[in-house]
């Protein structure tokens, strides 16, 4: 799946992992979500390696990186990614973000918008929009937002049993074997650690803080994204109700430039639509 060992590179405030695959001109960054690592993208590194160079980091916190000696807000980890890139000798990158990953995806556009070159987002809504808009049916199927949320408690109950807790949100794509026992060890591996526990929901705690602050002061300025936009969401995921395309048209500087589509399954896009997945990314980057 690799053609390079899992590489480290060593910046100011944290060590960041990541993998390579392939020898295309152009870099493709894979940005992975919660609760998983970089591996949540094997299933489609191969064939994307056929055209690009595939980058694969481990969030700060997250996996075989290592822990922040500050934050763990998306800014913070978005300017991981660009100090990653630019160390990769590359000027622009193409960005696939899933899940929280996504969330430092949209940052870092935003932050950098000479630098992503174009961008697909899988299977969120923009932070903001999320924030201000919990109801009683929302919170109650994000309620580990909430639980994350709160100081030392979830790393001290969860790190009791990581497995069963992942187990828990991963059952889905346990029970149709989209996600393997090989990977599923992987994962719980990676969040045995309470300190890389803690990292991980430093992460959702700076959604409702720090990330959120920034996002609604863009937001009022004027700041949108730039690059064309792919959207992707599993149409038996909370969004399928949603109208994902119009709500990320609001946030983008020309509307005509974002698209989108369902895809079959649910959350767990790479995992669970790997083969709609790269149809979708090569449609998108045939045109962009």
């Known amino acids: 799946m690799f053609a390079d060992p899992a590489q480290t590179l060593a910046l100011d405030d ?37 055209r690009f160079t595939v980058v694969v980091p481990d969030l700060r916190g997250y996996g075989a990186s290592g822990l922040a000696r500050t934050a763990y807000d998306k800014r913070s980890a978005a300017g991981d ?13 193409v960005v696939v973000g899933h899940d929280r990953g996504a969330r430092v995806a949209h940052r870092w556009a935003l932050d950098h918008p ?12 923009p932070t903001r929009v999320v924030m201000t808009s919990f ?9 580990h937002w909430f639980f994350h949320l709160q100081p030392e408690l979830p790393e001290l ?16 794509v346990l029970d149709s074997g989209d996600v393997d026992a090989q990977t599923f060890a992987q994962y719980v591996a990676a969040f045995t650690d309470p300190a890389q526990l803690r990292a991980t929901f430093e992460d959702y705690r700076a959604g409702f803080t720090t990330d959120l602050e ?21 149409a038996d995921g909370g969004l399928a109700g949603a109208d994902v395309v119009g709500i ?5 500087s020309d509307p005509a430039a974002v698209r989108g589509a369902q895809v079959p399954g649910g959350h767990y896009v790479p995992e669970e639509a ?12 045939t045109v962009h």
């Open 135 to 143: 109801d009683r049916a929302s919170a109650s199927a994000m309620w």
């Open 114 to 125: 000479e630098q992503v070159r174009a961008l697909a987002l899988l299977d969120i809504l």
């Open 157 to 172: 109950l969860v790190s009791a049993n990581p497995e069963a807790y992942l187990r828990f949100f991963l059952r889905r």
């Open 81 to 93: 990614l660009s100090a990653l890139v630019r160390h990769l000798g590359a000027d622009t990158a």
């Open 248 to 252: 990320w048209r609001e946030h983008h």
């Open 214 to 234: 920034l996002d609604e002061v863009d937001h009022a300025r004027g700041l949108r994204l730039q690059c064309p936009l792919l959207l992707l969401w599993g």
């Open 274 to 285: 790997p083969a709609e997945t790269l149809a979708a990314l090569h449609d998108f980057l």
């Open 14 to 50: 944290v060590e960041l992992a990541y993998r390579t695959a392939g020898t295309g001109a152009e870099l493709l960054v894979l940005v992975h979500g919660w609760p998983q690592t970089g591996l949540c993208w094997r299933k489609l590194i191969d064939p994307l390696a056929e």
